[in-house]
């Protein structure tokens, strides 16, 4: 627990919550946790009604803010617009930090004053990781690292607050990867850096938002045209992330069970890299499990009525049951 300082922190910390008070509990207790001092928490409330609002009125080391449910990009930009630090940092509020998180960015930071933002390696809570025996700083120009492997998770990042209000902050347009457009912005025009070890731990579950397949491969194709520069971006590099969002569009599609439709982003996946094994192991693996399920359909639409209907299995669902397309919006 840090008293609250009377000049400006160095680092605003910024935590958008929606109905994950449990959750929430544990993340900030992995901020209160850090062996850097200078900060303050801001955690805005994107309308929770899961008592989030209550608990948070009592923790004196939290600035809140509360608004209506307006989504994550208008929360992380109100969370910013009342921040009082040098740098800003993000959160999820169901990432973990490790304790030394804050101190190796805010060290790096103050070395490397030209720096506009700085991220770090993120892993999967509960899955195996390896941990580099020298753990280095990656700096400069890493649009095109950015641009084509979209490394950089929200939890890990911190932007310096003057750059954060030149770049007018998080996109409201998109829902799912309005992060990735600023990532974009920002290593397009500014000098930043990377810490190759791990210091955030992520939760992946079916109700985040990140696990929308389609809504975020929407955004993200979007957001990948709109900001591709033939002059910084080689073509066969242009054409290799289009194919695996393809590939990405294609599994999403497939996974909400409309096999033609992931037939389609497979098939496009191919078209821009013919040579690639990656595109063919994906479309000839669908390619052949739609003609089975097409010979399947055929064969149950060829026998009699009655021996049809008990044939085919009967999706039934409990009443009550959640809205599984609810998010945070």
């Known amino acids: 627990m840090f008293m609250e300082n009377k000049r400006s922190p160095f680092i605003s910390v910024i935590i958008p919550t929606f109905n994950r ?23 805005v409330n994107d309308g929770s009604s899961d008592g989030t609002g209550n608990w948070l009125s009592n923790q004196t080391d939290i600035r809140v803010i509360e608004q209506n449910n307006l989504g994550i990009a208008t929360a992380r930009n109100n969370g910013a617009a009342a921040a009082r630090g040098v ?11 490790a304790p030394d998180k804050l101190l190796i960015q805010a ?3 103050r070395n490397n004053p030209e720096v506009a933002m700085v991220a770090a390696r993120h892993v999967r809570l509960g899955k195996a990781y390896h941990r580099p025996r020298r753990p280095r700083w ?5 649009f095109l690292k950015e641009y084509s492997q979209s490394f950089m998770h929200t939890s890990s990042v911190m932007i310096r607050s003057d750059v954060f209000e ?8 998109y829902r799912f990867a309005d992060e990735f457009d600023v990532w974009l912005k920002i290593t397009a025009d500014h000098p930043t850096a990377y810490f ?16 929308d397949r389609i809504g975020v491969r929407t955004d993200t194709y979007d957001i990948l045209l709109r900001h591709y520069d033939p002059e910084r971006v080689p073509r066969e590099v242009f054409l290799r992330t289009l194919s695996d969002h393809d590939i990405s569009f294609g599994r999403a599609y497939a996974h909400a069970g ?6 389609k982003w497979f098939r496009s996946s191919l078209r821009r890299t013919p040579l690639r094994l990656r595109s063919w192991r994906y479309y000839i693996r669908y390619r052949i499990l739609s003609a089975l399920c097409k010979k399947d359909a055929t064969a149950v639409g060829s026998q009699p009525e009655e021996i049809r209907s008990e044939s085919l299995p009967q ?4 009443a009550g049951a959640p809205d599984s397309t609810s998010k945070h919006s």
């Open 107 to 109: 060290e790096f930071i």
């Open 21 to 43: 008070l449990n959750l929430l509990k544990e993340t900030l207790e992995s901020v209160r946790s850090q062996i850097f001092r200078d900060f303050e928490i801001i955690v």
């Open 87 to 97: 740098w800003l940092a993000f959160s999820d509020h169901d990432d973990l930090w």
């Open 315 to 318: 999706t039934r669902h409990p």
């Open 196 to 211: 190759d070890g791990p210091l955030v731990f992520i939760r992946f579950y079916e109700s985040n938002t990140s696990h």
């Open 258 to 263: 409309n096999l033609s439709e992931a037939l």
């Open 138 to 142: 990656i700096k400069g120009d890493l």
């Open 166 to 173: 030149e770049i007018k902050g998080f996109p409201v347009k």
